[in-house]
């Protein structure tokens, strides 16, 4: 069993008659659900991610004080501490009555602003251009049991995808960075025998490919740890993550470099027919650079379109 089944079967067998028996006032006004940091947030937990940070919980969302005051809360708080201690198998941290980090009783402003930096979820320009894409995962990743009150699923539909030409910002910045990386200082590294060097290019032509194969599927990317696994599963360059791997594992001998720059070109071919079926570029050749600029140019709002190409990276 999964975090997210864990957390569904205590959520509907502990969690679902406390609060129908006890806070049926105020029921309609609350979200529970289980989202955020962690593996099983993504589903990608596994036997060794129960060594920490696993047990059945849930997060119970609560509006502002006016709707559900303090001394209301306190004691939902109470009551989802005296909830059984083991579940399944599963023991439930000794956490303090007014909740933990992952599980508990948690205003949902003060999550929001917690993860995204806005308490209602509303981001200006620059906030979505500089917000981690791994922290918008995490805002909009798990799953919700219930919403009654439907603030929370609001938020998180509007945290769900970036506003379009935010996306095409943050696509031609890491398009010219793969340029700069893979497509010109890996060569140039491996010319003056810095093998070193060229495997750092190579590093970081694979964070940039990875970074834009993410926003070609219009997905948000996850922490580095989970990033490999996610973009195994995308619809649209999948395949790359195996090229990476391959490029971050490998030296940079005289055997292997020159299949490794044939791998770099195949992959920026492979990037740029994506952005060619998507109609996100009008450049008709091989080099990234001319390509992210190219889609810088198709921003459509001007003070984004004007902002230095890097801005959002």
């Known amino acids: ?38 593996s099983e947030c993504f589903g990608f937990d596994d036997a060794i991610s129960t060594d ?11 509006p502002d004080e006016s709707i559900v005051d303090r001394q209301t809360a306190f004691k939902l708080e109470r009551a989802y501490y005296k909830l059984p ?4 198998g599963y023991r439930r941290s000794a956490i303090a009555p007014v909740g933990g980090a992952r599980h508990g009783v948690l205003r949902t402003a003060e999550v929001f602003a917690d993860k995204v930096g806005s308490p209602d979820g509303v981001l200006t320009v620059h906030q979505w251009l ?7 995962a995490e805002a909009t990743n798990g799953r919700l049991f219930f919403d009654g009150y439907g603030e929370v699923t609001r938020i998180r539909e509007g945290l769900r995808r970036y506003p379009e030409d935010v996306r095409k910002k943050k696509l031609a910045g890491h398009l010219l960075l793969m340029a700069q990386a893979g497509q010109y200082n890996y060569a140039r590294c491996l010319k003056h025998g810095e093998t070193g060097a060229a495997q750092l290019a190579a590093a970081e032509f694979v964070r940039h490919t990875m970074s834009a194969a ?15 696994r996610t973009m195994r599963r995308l619809p649209k360059l999948s395949l790359l993550a195996e090229t990476m791997e391959y490029l971050l594992t490998t030296d940079n001998g005289e055997e292997l470099a ?7 070109e195949d992959a920026a071919s492979d990037v740029i027919d994506e952005l060619q079926t998507q109609g996100l570029s009008k450049a008709i050749c091989g080099d990234l650079e ?6 810088n140019d198709a921003i459509a709002d ?3 379109r004007n902002l230095h190409i890097l801005a959002a990276v």
């Open 1 to 38: 069993m999964n975090g997210l089944e864990l957390s569904e079967r205590f959520y509907s067998e502990c969690v679902k008659p406390m609060l129908s028996e006890q806070f049926s006032d105020i029921l309609p006004y609350l979200a529970v659900g289980l989202f955020g940091s962690g």
């Open 52 to 62: 920490h940070d696993f047990e059945p919980g849930v997060c119970i969302l609560l």
């Open 214 to 228: 993410f926003l070609l599927n219009n997905v948000y990317e996850p922490y580095y740890k989970w990033s490999f």
């Open 130 to 136: 500089t917000v981690p894409g791994h922290a918008l």
């Open 290 to 295: 001319k390509h992210a600029y190219s889609v």
């Open 302 to 304: 001007g003070d984004i």
């Open 85 to 88: 201690k083991e579940f399944l």
């Open 258 to 264: 020159e299949s490794k720059l044939d791998m770099i």
